[in-house]
């Protein structure tokens, strides 16, 4: 037998054979009524019921150990997760902020530096072109074109082949026809 084994066995005597001897004391008063070969047998089902509690009070701690390993898991496994949310929404807003102008102060937050954000965006007259996308024109504009379906008429400019391209988007979202003949 193992060593942690004679251990629990040990630990079962120890609590049971006092048991069995306060056992036979008290039937021997006439205090308990149970009879003797109940009371004798007592050397064998005290120690049984004893190691019963032992072995179900050492499974219920199992189980809330490895409950309590879950859920540390799970608090770090969050942790980790907001962590990389939060630092990819910061790359985000680091891209979107020059566009409006805004340039992250040295250890500003999220929070604040999405708000100087928004309040710039409400304001349409300090968006910074020069970082914004550039509209597609020419050969581009026309490959665009040719994949909703679209092309170009003779002398048709490339503002009017976008906003004929924009409604043809627009439509499809909407549920019209596919071809871009609005």
């Not at 092309?151 to 871009?180: C, H, I, S």
Request: glycine share 8%; proline share 4%.
């Amino acid at each position: 037998m193992k060593r942690e084994n004679n251990k629990l066995y040990a630990l079962t005597l120890l609590i049971a054979a006092p048991a069995w001897i306060a056992l036979l004391a008290a039937k021997g008063r006439g205090s308990v009524g149970i009879n003797w070969p109940t009371a004798i047998l007592g050397a064998v089902w005290i120690p049984a019921l004893t190691l019963a509690a032992l072995l179900a009070l050492t499974g219920v701690l199992v189980l809330l150990h490895e409950a309590t390993k879950r859920i540390h898991e799970w608090k770090r496994r969050r942790k980790v997760a907001r962590t990389l949310w939060e630092s990819m929404e910061g790359l985000t807003l680091n891209n979107i902020g020059p566009i409006y102008g805004i340039r992250r102060q040295p250890g500003e937050k999220n929070r604040s530096y999405k708000r100087r954000i928004l309040k710039a965006a409400r304001t349409l007259d300090t968006v910074n072109v020069q970082n914004a996308p550039t509209p597609a024109t020419g050969q581009k504009l026309d490959a665009i074109a040719k994949k909703h379906g679209l092309r170009r008429y003779p002398r048709e400019t490339d503002e009017q082949l976008q906003n004929r391209l924009r409604e043809a988007v627009l439509k499809n979202l909407e549920g019209g026809r596919k071809n871009g003949r609005v």
